[in-house]
Structure formats: structure tokens, C-alpha cells
């Protein structure tokens, strides 16, 4: 299995700034993703992060607002830019590795 | 595409009773599905998932979920809850690709989820 930690747990920023998440992983993984997940709705892939290449972003989300970074086989941020209010949510971190996919615990975002 | 139908946002059972959390998926592939909670302030953890071989899937903490393609549902249920049960449950649908290393699960699609609370 694989462990994965998220930093910060969270935060409140004002509206403008921008916010990094860590993710680090315990095992060398190729594979991993960032999800966000609105207050009462499921989680929706934001873009897909392999270790060597640039990130892969889903429909209704662009790297100018998420960039990401993916510097290991352990490691990935995520930068929410340029932030409003809509953007608060929990921001989760995943992995993939040996066929199962594995969750961070999330970054609880509030933007005022 | 694929997608998820989770019927109820919220289930409430007693201690003890039968747990039946609803999942309908969509998907013009075979699917693989999956089920997964999360505790508060916790990551999501797989209870259990399908992936072409038998149709009743055992999984951890007592659940199970039988695979219906006639009736493309997923639903998870568990004979007797108990109170450590109580989470959200989300259900999830994926297809099938190949890539150099051989075949994985593509996408995970997610359902709204469904939170589960259990009374004494």
C-alpha cells in the first residue's frame, strides 16, 4: 500500500493569493493526481501528474490556475492561483501503485 | 463517458441493521468499479472493487457489493452496521487501458456520495 500525506491540512487565504499543496508519497509511484471536491459535491479529477511530463488537465480546469509540479517519483505540488472564494474546497491528493489508487487526506481550503 | 448515480445523499440505519448504500453507473465499456469511504478529516480508503471476475465482491469492514449489469448498479451493503460505519461512501467507476506496463484502470469517475450515519 502507499501513504500519502498533504500539506497544509489547511487554510483560510484571502482572495488574490495563491496557495501551493504538498503531496508526498511513501512509495516511488508514476502516477498521480490531484481531485477537488466542493463543499456537498463528489470529487472531480483535476489533472493527472507523471513523473518526466507535463501535467494533464481535465475539461473546465487550465495550468494557469493549477500548476503543477512534479519534481520525483515521491513528489507533486499543486498551486491554486489567483484565488476567489469558489475556490474553496478540499483539494486531495492521490496515487496510483500496484493497479489500486491511494488517497491523501485533503487540504480543506477557505478563501475569503 | 462514464458516470455514477449515487441514489440518496444521506442513509441513516440503527446499530445492527442492514446497510444498503445504492450506486448506478453508465459506461459505454466494461467497467471496473470501486467503493470508498472517508472518515472525517481523513483520506479516502477502497473498501472493495469490480474488476471482471466474480460478481459478488467481499471487502473489508464487512462489506460486499454484487456486480448487475443488467441493472448496471454497484450497491454496497453490509448485514449488521455498526457505529465505527458511520463515513461517507463514495462510489466510482473506471474503464479499462493498456499502456507499456501493461493494462490499468483508466479515469476514476466519482459518484456524490452518500453519508452514512448510524444511531444506537
Known amino acids: 500500500s502507499a501513504v500519502i500525506s498533504q500539506k497544509p491540512s489547511r487554510d483560510i487565504c484571502q482572495r488574490g493569493t495563491s496557495l501551493t499543496i504538498q503531496c508526498q508519497v511513501d512509495?516511488?509511484?508514476?502516477?498521480m493526481f490531484w481531485y477537488r471536491q466542493q463543499p456537498g459535491q463528489s470529487l472531480t479529477l483535476i489533472a493527472t501528474?507523471?513523473?518526466?511530463?507535463?501535467?494533464?488537465?481535465e475539461s473546465g480546469f487550465v495550468i494557469d490556475k493549477f500548476p503543477i509540479s512534479r519534481p520525483n517519483l515521491t513528489f507533486s505540488t499543486l498551486t491554486v492561483s489567483n484565488m476567489s472564494p469558489e475556490d474553496s474546497s478540499i483539494y486531495l491528493c492521490?496515487?496510483?501503485?500496484?493497479?489500486?489508487?491511494?488517497f491523501g487526506p485533503g487540504t480543506r481550503l477557505t478563501v475569503l | 463517458a462514464q458516470s455514477v448515480t449515487q441514489l440518496g445523499s444521506h442513509v441513516s440505519v440503527s446499530e445492527g441493521a442492514l446497510v444498503l448504500l445504492r450506486c448506478n453507473y453508465s459506461?459505454?465499456?466494461?467497467?471496473?468499479l470501486f467503493w470508498y469511504v472517508q472518515y472525517p478529516n481523513q483520506g479516502l480508503q477502497l473498501l472493495l472493487k469490480?474488476?471482471?471476475?466474480?460478481?459478488l465482491v467481499k471487502g473489508i469492514n464487512g462489506f460486499e457489493a454484487e456486480f448487475k449489469k443488467s441493472e448496471t448498479s454497484f450497491h454496497l451493503t453490509k448485514p449488521s452496521a455498526h457505529m465505527s460505519d458511520a463515513a461517507e461512501y463514495f462510489c466510482?467507476?473506471?474503464?479499462?487501458?493498456?499502456?507499456?506496463?501493461?493494462?490499468?484502470?483508466?479515469?476514476?469517475?466519482f459518484g456524490q456520495g452518500t453519508i452514512l450515519t448510524v444511531h444506537p
Open positions: 492521490s496515487a496510483r501503485l500496484a493497479r489500486e489508487q491511494f
Open positions: 512509495s516511488q509511484v508514476t502516477m
Open positions: 501528474a507523471n513523473q518526466g511530463s507535463e501535467a494533464t488537465y
Open positions: 459506461s459505454s465499456v466494461p467497467p471496473y
Open positions: 469490480y474488476t471482471s471476475a466474480a460478481t
Open positions: 466510482a467507476v473506471s474503464d479499462l487501458f493498456g499502456n507499456a506496463g501493461g493494462t490499468s484502470y483508466g479515469k476514476l469517475t
